[in-house]
Structures are given as structure tokens and as C-alpha cells.
């Protein structure tokens, strides 16, 4: 039983930077693998980037790769995304996700937060 909370996002210009970040409650991240996904209007959710409990592993969405990192904070309070050069198509509500047992790109996480908006626009 675990819930999960995205920091707020916001609006950026296109080319600017967002840092997003996630927590969960009760403190349980350091035990899950984390996913953070993203929705935008008449597309389906997709998974951006995940990160397993240890670091070792992570993948990352094609779309974003080279712009975005997941990452985990200190003490694993936080899993973060550091969102660079943005673009306008990346303007979507941006969900954190996370689940005991699968790692992976499909939409299979258990846990959710309620999302948050980001909006890139000039």
C-alpha cells in the first residue's frame, strides 16, 4: 500500500529545462522499481524511463532519450527525471509509477500518482 506523489510541474519555453520529482508514502521507493510516464491528450500513456531499485538498470523511451534521466536522490527519498530541451509534443501530464516486481517499458506498474501538467509553449 503505497502512495506516490509527482512534484508540480508547470510551464517551460521550448528549450528550457524541468526537473520533476517523485516520493512516496510511506518511504518506500529504495524497495521498487520506478517509471515515470507521461500522457498527452488523444495518445495513449507511455513509459519515458524507468529505474530499478538498485540503479543498475534503467531504460529510457526513444523519444526521449538524450534529453531526460531518471535518477534517484539521496537516500532514495526521491526518484527524479531531469527533463532538457524541451519541446512542445512533450506537453502532457507526467505521472510517476512504481511496482515491487516488473521492470520494464509496457504499462504494468502497480502504483501511480495523481500526475502532473507540463506544459512547454512559448
Known amino acids: 500500500q503505497v502512495q506516490l506523489a509527482e512534484s508540480a510541474g508547470g510551464w517551460v519555453r521550448p528549450g528550457e529545462s524541468l526537473r520533476l520529482w517523485c516520493e512516496a508514502s510511506?518511504?518506500?521507493?529504495?524497495?521498487?522499481?520506478v517509471a515515470w510516464l507521461r500522457q498527452a491528450p488523444g495518445r495513449e500513456r507511455e513509459v519515458l524511463a524507468y529505474?530499478?531499485?538498485?540503479?543498475?538498470?534503467?531504460d529510457y523511451s526513444p523519444f526521449v532519450r538524450g534529453r531526460f534521466t531518471i535518477s534517484r536522490g539521496a537516500f532514495n527519498k526521491t526518484v527524479d527525471l531531469q527533463m532538457n530541451k524541451l519541446k512542445p509534443e512533450d506537453t502532457a501530464v507526467y505521472y510517476c509509477?512504481?511496482?515491487?516486481?516488473?521492470?520494464?517499458?509496457?504499462?504494468?506498474?502497480?502504483?501511480w500518482g495523481q500526475g502532473t501538467q507540463v506544459t512547454v509553449s512559448s
Open positions: 510511506p518511504p518506500a521507493l529504495r524497495y521498487l522499481t
Open positions: 509509477a512504481a511496482d515491487p516486481y516488473y521492470s520494464g517499458m509496457d504499462n504494468k506498474y502497480r502504483y
Open positions: 529505474i530499478t531499485p538498485n540503479g543498475e538498470r534503467s
